[in-house]
């Protein structure tokens, strides 16, 4: 199953790469649970100060009429405290409505608003998850930017992420 | 900010058994990071044994002064006092850092009566009338006690915080809606707004009621009134520190009693 991330729709996508696009892949695990709810997820590439350099999704409710949505944004304590304190939500291109299982592929054309200021250097993709009456997880993995068109650089999640990626795609 | 001294029911609350470490007082917040445009926190308040369990004593909320994130003073809203918790909500309209603090200025009093040891505890103008004109060994003592947590909603600022520079408080220098598991925090004590160097604080983690050791930890501050803490585990913590000294402002006290204690949430890494 491939969803493009909403930066398809908003036209950041459109039009034929310059370079080689920025694959992220985030699989969202099938779970055995009493009561499951789509998790709240966020994904980001930090610098080594742990600044946040570029928010690349949030996927939260976004279709609540009050916005209550909004009141568990905090539960990705990571995002929230590194990044989405700091914003107003929403945010065109970033965020988006909660994702089902099955794995979520974004990607970003190098000339992406997000990316070109990317000055090359030592980053990390983060990706964060949390479920209403579930659990948290934290992925992060080490990249060199830009990314070597060959490499793909994967880690995996124990609990509330299944596999996640990143990977230049011609 | 200037919290309303009605020492004599919080006295109650506080009228406790001798030992100053026999108890705590405490604040527990609902939530202290917290997102969304409409957030609200609900806050417990009570005096126990077990943090943060209610098992002993209402802490009473004639002191409670809610400073918001621009300095002002807001309303707790729906306060009730039960038998062993006092409760209240707050309305974080505007988004940043909100002080909650219960601060109680009074006296307590030991003397002996007709050779019998007695103890009193007070607001200093009753002094004189509730203690007997013949009371022996008489040792008046002011009591500063201020009590604290924080929450924020949205993004941390720093109006909240400012001192009032009379008493013991705490300067953070680590926000303290930015506590996280293994990470180091650092504050300062100061007393009537200069340092206070060489005082140790306790540092308890809540929820002992459900393992075997209390993993009490204590840090001294330095010559320039800081203390460092390093949180082993996500949860919420208690901290206390206290002081005595010779500056009390109740003419019949000779020594004033300086107390310090917060309530803060670590979340998980």
Excluded: C
Aim: no cysteine.
């Amino acid at each position: 199953m491939r969803i493009w991330v909403t930066l398809g729709a908003t036209g950041l996508l459109a039009g034929p790469a310059l370079g080689a696009d920025l694959q992220v892949q985030v699989e969202i695990p099938k779970l055995d649970v009493a009561e499951y709810h789509r998790p709240y997820v966020a994904v980001w590439i930090e610098r080594p100060d742990h600044s946040v350099a570029a928010n690349l999704a949030v996927w939260y409710e976004i279709n609540n009429n009050k916005n209550e949505g909004e009141k568990w944004l905090a539960d990705l304590r990571q995002w929230w405290r590194r990044a989405g304190r700091d914003l107003t939500v929403p945010i065109d291109g970033v965020t988006g409505a909660t994702r089902p299982v099955g794995t979520h592929t974004l990607e970003f054309a190098s000339d992406n608003a997000l990316l070109k200021d990317l000055a090359p250097g030592q980053y990390e993709l983060v990706v964060e998850a949390a479920r209403e009456v579930g659990g948290r997880e934290v992925l992060r993995i080490p990249f060199q930017w830009p990314l070597d068109q060959s490499t793909k650089l994967e880690a995996k999640g124990e609990s509330e992420l299944g596999a996640v990626s990143v990977a230049i795609k011609d | 900010m200037k919290p309303l001294l009605k020492w004599s029911t919080l006295a109650l609350a506080l009228a406790l058994p001798v030992s100053a470490h026999a108890h705590r007082a405490w604040l527990l917040p609902s939530a202290t990071v917290l997102s969304g445009n409409d957030a609200w926190v609900s806050v417990d308040a009570a005096v126990s044994n077990g943090l943060f369990n209610f098992e002993h004593q209402p802490l009473r909320l004639d002191n409670l002064v809610v400073t918001a994130p621009d300095g002002s003073t807001v309303n707790p809203q729906n306060p009730s006092t039960g038998k062993y918790r006092s409760t209240f909500d707050v309305h974080l309209a505007n988004p940043g850092t909100y002080k909650l603090a219960v601060v109680s200025d009074g006296v307590s009093a030991s003397y002996k009566d007709k050779g019998e040891r007695k103890r009193w505890r007070g607001k200093a103008e009753n002094l004189a009338s509730e203690i007997p004109a013949g009371a022996e060994d008489l040792k008046v003592t002011q009591n500063l006690r201020r009590l604290e947590t924080f929450v924020t909603a949205g993004k941390p600022n720093d109006v909240a915080l400012k001192p009032s520079g009379q008493g013991l408080e705490l300067i953070p220098v680590t926000h303290p809606n930015d506590l996280f598991a293994k990470s180091t925090a650092t504050f300062i004590l100061h007393i009537d707004g200069t340092p206070a160097a060489d005082l140790k604080v306790a540092i308890a983690r809540g929820g002992e009621r459900y393992r075997t050791k209390p993993e009490e930890q204590t840090a001294t501050t330095d010559k320039d009134g800081k203390f460092a803490v390093t949180w082993a585990e996500p949860g919420m913590y208690w901290i206390e520190a206290e002081a005595t000294d010779g500056k009390a402002t109740v003419k019949e006290a000779k020594e004033r009693r300086l107390t310090y204690a917060a309530t803060f949430e670590v979340l998980p890494e």
